[in-house]
């Protein structure tokens, strides 16, 4: 089954996501801040990375960008979770090398069926 990287700060929506994708079998390593997130990308690879865009310590965008640019992880799926839903902040975000975003809220099956897709299940 496919290995997740889940960073989102709010204790309660990263649970929420978390035992919806354990529930489905994926493998979740789960960071609380951006820093969390890009440590644990130099270390390890993922087949998705789900990043929340506003976290302590650096921003999910920031993590996409320093991913792509200097650990050279093009390949490596990313998806942005955000309440920042206009035109703009979507345009940034994809000029940062993210593949996919989801605006929130979402539901458990709303986000079940995107990963999904982004992987090919």
């Known amino acids: 089954m496919a290995r997740i990287l889940l960073a989102e700060d709010e204790e309660i929506l990263r649970m929420l996501v978390l035992d919806t994708l354990e529930d489905e079998g994926y493998e979740i390593d789960e960071a609380t801040d951006g820093q969390e997130a890009y440590e644990r990308l130099l270390m390890n690879d993922y087949d998705l990375v789900i990043l929340d ?6 921003t999910g965008l920031e993590v996409v960008e320093k991913t792509r640019n200097d650990l050279n992880k093009k390949n490596m799926k990313m998806m942005i979770l955000s309440a920042k839903n206009q035109q703009a902040d979507r345009e940034r975000m994809k000029e940062a090398g993210a593949d996919y975003f989801m605006s929130k809220p979402f539901s458990p099956q709303q986000l079940l069926e995107t990963i999904g897709e982004i992987l090919g299940a």
């Open 53 to 58: 865009y506003m976290m302590p310590r650096m």
